[in-house]
């Protein structure tokens, strides 16, 4: 870090403070542009990653057991035991297949991309909000149901409150995940 603002082209030479290499970074658009499409992939892929691990979260939390149970808990833990060379390449395949039978996606590009994060980051958000809902007092769901809510008022004015903090944290992790996933994007 210090280095970085050496004005020597020599890394190791120490040749004065200098701004001069941020300039040169600022200046050069193509590295703009890469930074901006890597937020604006990071920001849309953290987003629908925290909505659907926020409802697979629920989902193993608040159904009890379910037929496919085992299955589903698999593929939301896949990801977070599976090396990234292994997700890639498995998605790879999957968009190489896909695009052969139904022509779609067109080319691999940012659309692919965003589907890969939404992957792997998902499982990161779904275990954070079932941690958190498993700490949760269900009695206070029950008080409002008991009080005459219905199931989506208190899922909205009860849980969505408790489970927010979980959610913002998911959300974090998964935008930092994306911005530093280059396995998967390659």
Known sequence: MVYS???????SVWNGFSLRWYSA???????IDAALLSLQIALISATIATI???LAG????????FKGRLLFTGL??????MPEVI????LLLVFVSTEQLIGWPESRGTLTIIFAHITFSMAFVAVIVQSRLSTVDKSLEEAAMDLGGRPFRVA??????LIAPAMVS???????LSLDDLVIAS
């Open 25 to 31: 970074l600022l200046n050069n658009a193509q590295v």
């Open 5 to 11: 603002f050496n004005d020597s082209r020599i890394q």
């Open 87 to 90: 997700t890639g390449l498995s």
């Open 76 to 81: 939301i833990a896949a990801p977070l035991i």
């Open 170 to 176: 998911g959300w974090l992790l998964a935008f930092t």
């Open 156 to 161: 909205i004015d009860v849980t969505l409150p």
């Open 58 to 65: 629920l989902s193993l939390t608040h159904m009890g057991r």
């Open 52 to 54: 659907l691990g926020t």
